[in-house]
């Protein structure tokens, strides 16, 4: 079961939530009463994403809730794995929806894609890279990555894109060892629409009851 509890009373009352004892979560604690949850049961901060894709705000790299891509045919596959594939380990808890990891910036009130991963199902080649995983792209999205003044990467403006995205930090772990913790603050909310930022908030935590 998942709860979306409004933010903004953390966000205006920083002091109140400070961690005062060992245990006390400030996302978490003051919400786990008013739940009533029964003996054994238990509130985790979590974001649920349905892709491992990328975006870079206010240069740092957050996850999204979903990707601008999967309005494409083949979206899953830019190309054919092995039916022994499987994700790499630091996509997980991600769904393996796609064999490869899109990072998206925002510029100018505009969204673009700037770079991708494309994963190999053949361990010995480890995964296109580079002009090799672009090329596997641009076919899929039909356009080729060009350079713009504002940035110094190619990139593809998302035109073809219009639809609410969320995104939010992951906690830095050390190498080897899973991501499956956010941030705790709200989530960002942004409107698109043929590929211009209309809006953009924070919105709400969102909560996992298990």
Not at 31 to 55: A, P, R, V
Not at 84 to 101: A, L, R
Not at 144 to 162: E, G, M, P, R
Request: glycine fraction near 4%; aromatic fraction near 16%.
């Amino acid at each position: 079961m998942v709860f979306y509890i409004d933010s903004q009373e953390i966000i205006n009352s920083t002091k109140r939530y400070q961690d005062r004892i060992s245990g006390f979560d400030p996302c978490i604690t003051p919400f786990e009463e008013s739940l009533s949850l029964k003996e054994g049961e238990h509130l985790s901060e979590y974001f649920f994403g349905h892709t491992n894709d990328k975006i870079q705000w206010k240069d740092t790299l957050r996850m999204l809730s979903e990707s601008p891509l999967s309005v494409f045919d083949n979206y899953e596959e830019v190309y054919m794995p092995s039916k022994e594939w499987h994700p790499p380990f630091d996509m997980y808890p991600y769904f393996s929806e796609k064999n490869y990891s899109a990072k998206w910036i925002m510029l100018d009130d505009k969204l673009y894609l700037y770079d991708a991963e494309v994963f190999s199902s053949n361990e010995e080649m480890g995964g296109f890279t580079g002009d090799s995983s672009l090329k596997l792209v641009e076919k899929l999205i039909g356009k080729k990555f060009t350079k713009i003044k504002s940035f110094d990467q190619k990139v593809i403006f998302a035109s073809w894109y219009s639809g609410t995205l969320y995104f939010k930090r992951r906690e830095k772990r050390k190498t080897g060892e899973p991501i499956c913790e956010y941030v705790c603050e709200p989530m960002t909310k942004i409107t698109v629409e043929k590929g211009k930022i209309t809006s953009m908030e924070p919105t709400f935590y969102m909560f996992q009851k298990y």
